[in-house]
């Protein structure tokens, strides 16, 4: 029989939830050292989604729970939400993943009741936690080499062991000191008071095994990152050592998947990222290990601090307008919000549900650093006049069951939003001979690596890539994805008669799922110079062998290696 419903009891229930999420989440998370040590990558791939889908699913079940335990209409009343949050403030409040909890609670208040009811009085909009912690927990390692960086890596290799050998320490030891020398001024290196900071959990993520930290003197400072490998049957290779920010920044980039790391101290350990990272949004850090929704949270803070501070508006996003999705920005900050139009261009055989089943698709596949993640929010909204006038009425023209004025404000009730990048096409228009070699290098190694990881783009046109501040290509459209091994790759058939070589028509039958890779040269680049160029360079792209070739792989249960990072003195094992 339902009970009456006292505050503390639904906050209790509410934390109940959240601990159960915790605990599954911990456990597919410290599953990750046994399947890096014994190389079960596709466990790996398979963990990384289920722990993705594992919020959503325990938000569903506790609101279940939550119906069925307390009177329907005492638990619907919204104005006695605030003494739920009082209550439950009073429970997190001695909690190392607070801010975490805080998210939670959100998540469940969503759940149970319409957006149009969301306040701060009855959830957390701003968080109420301190924005400074005293440590609580020692969750670093620190090791002075006081000259002799030899010994300084032996002793960090002695504390970071796992159950698999080091194939070759004694070699790698030797290849990361003369790394370290390299990379650091050499005064660095004979200063005294040269500290290394490692967090004490290694990081895991696809085949790979991080270690992370800091290099430190007394007036400077510079991330350190340590690749591991596990080479089946050769043991655990140490595979770089990377002291440069930016390629510390790709590593723990919004392309990637989400890296599996114990932290018993969420916010902390954001903290020490950020210290190494200060160009990252904690957004951003807290998503990269795995705290997608919490770093939802904090992008949605940021944004409304960010309206709120500056006259900012938003404007249609630069570039060639989308056959699906209309895209807008705000100029001063680094997002776009996609948005799903009514009506699309009659060549796309896609409908509206279908986009949506794409975009969430890759959330949980391997992006191997090609692919931007996404945010889906539903209902936001912004004051009208933080809207440029043209942008909102082109957003009211192609979307307006999405897009409405509500008096002064404007309610978006469903988009996504992603990093901002240079679209390919236009950053191509502006670049130099070496950067346009270098953006279509790196566009046909996004495609390969793509496929390699089963996934196809679908319309794989300039515009729907985007170049980052880092230079890499970067796929960002995703209405005509597909697993690779779902699509039929053909060539094209030779023509039976002089009619059929002149036939404005193909002469063939061509099935939803056909294509033809030899039609991609006209399709991909009206710069012929262009095509000429990217024919050099990645050729094979256009011969269906090819893409056989890598579904064959695909369903030998191949795993790719995709590093996000530069490899010294190493060939491509």
């Known amino acids: 029989m339902p009970q009456p419903w006292p505050a503390s009891d639904i906050a209790r229930s509410i934390l109940d939830g959240f601990d159960d999420y915790r605990e599954h989440f911990r456990q597919i998370t410290d599953g990750a050292r046994a399947r890096f040590e014994q190389a079960r990558w596709q466990e790996a791939q398979a963990a990384s989604a289920a722990r993705i889908n594992l919020y959503e699913e325990k938000v569903f079940e506790t609101v279940a729970r939550l119906r069925k335990a307390f009177d329907a209409e005492a638990l619907m009343d919204v104005g006695c939400w605030p003494l739920v949050k009082s209550a439950y403030i009073s429970l997190i409040d001695l909690r190392f993943d607070d801010e975490l909890s805080e998210t939670w609670y959100n998540s469940i208040f969503c759940g149970l009741f319409s957006h149009d009811l969301i306040s701060d009085g009855t959830m957390f909009i701003h968080t109420t936690r301190p924005s400074l912690r005293r440590a609580r927990s020692a969750q670093t390692r620190t090791y002075k080499p006081q000259g002799q960086l030899d010994r300084m890596l032996a002793g960090i290799f002695a504390d970071y062991r796992f159950s698999e050998d080091y194939a070759d320490l004694?070699?790698?030891?030797?290849?990361?000191?003369?790394?370290?020398?390299?990379?650091l001024p050499d005064w660095v290196c004979k200063d005294p008071e040269l500290t290394v900071e490692l967090f004490s959990?290694?990081?895991y993520r696809n085949k790979g095994a991080y270690l992370v930290g800091r290099i430190f003197t007394r007036d400077d400072q510079w991330p350190l990152v340590i690749p591991l490998l596990h080479r089946e049957g050769r043991g655990i290779q140490i595979d770089a050592l990377i002291t440069?920010?930016?390629?510390?920044?790709?590593?723990?980039?919004?392309?990637?998947?989400?890296?599996?790391?114990?932290?018993?101290?969420?916010?902390e350990f954001v903290g020490f990222l950020k210290r190494i990272l200060p160009g990252k949004h904690v957004a951003e850090l807290y998503t990269s290990i795995g705290f997608y929704k919490h770093g939802k949270s904090e992008f949605y803070r940021a944004l409304i601090n960010h309206l709120a501070n500056t006259d900012d508006q938003f404007i249609m996003a630069p570039g060639v307008r989308g056959m699906v999705m209309s895209v807008f920005t705000l100029p001063g900050f680094n997002t776009v919000f996609k948005i799903i139009k009514d009506r699309f261009s009659p060549s796309k055989n896609v409908d509206r549900a279908t986009v949506i089943e794409k975009y969430r698709l890759v959330k949980s596949v391997d992006r191997v650093g090609r692919m931007a993640d996404t945010q889906e929010f539903a209902d936001f909204r912004f004051p009208l006049d933080k809207f440029e006038p043209a942008c909102l009425e082109e957003l009211l023209e192609v979307a307006p069951s999405t897009v409405s004025v509500e008096g002064d404000t404007v309610l978006i009730r469903h988009c996504w939003t992603e990093r901002r990048m240079t679209p390919l096409n236009l950053y191509l228009e502006n670049a130099s001979e070496a950067q346009v070699r270098e953006a279509l290098e790196d566009y046909g190694l996004a495609i390969k690596q793509l496929a390699a990881?089963?996934?196809?783009?679908?319309?794989?046109?300039?515009k729907n890539f985007g170049v980052t501040r880092h230079g890499r290509v970067v796929f960002y459209d995703y209405d005509?994805?597909?697993?690779?091994t779902e699509a039929n790759f053909r060539h094209i058939p030779q023509p039976r008669t002089p009619e059929d070589e002149m036939a404005s028509e193909p002469w063939y039958s061509i099935g939803p799922l056909d294509v033809f890779p030899e039609e991609f040269p006209p399709f991909l680049f009206a710069d012929a110079g262009q095509r000429k160029l990217f024919d050099q360079l990645h050729g094979e792209l256009y011969?269906?062998?090819?893409?056989?070739?890598?579904?064959?792989?695909?369903?030998?249960?191949?795993?790719?290696?995709v590093f996000p990072y530069r490899r010294k003195d190493r060939n491509n094992e």
């Open 543 to 561: 011969n269906a062998d090819y893409w056989k070739g890598l579904q064959e792989a695909i369903r030998a249960g191949k795993v790719i290696d």
């Open 244 to 267: 440069d920010e930016a390629q510390v920044s790709i590593i723990f980039s919004f392309t990637r998947s989400y890296f599996m790391v114990d932290v018993p101290v969420p916010a």
């Open 453 to 462: 990881a089963n996934i196809f783009p679908g319309d794989m046109l300039l």
């Open 170 to 183: 004694a070699g790698d030891l030797q290849r990361l000191e003369a790394q370290l020398r390299e990379n």
């Open 201 to 203: 959990s290694v990081l």
């Open 480 to 484: 005509e994805i597909c697993f690779l």
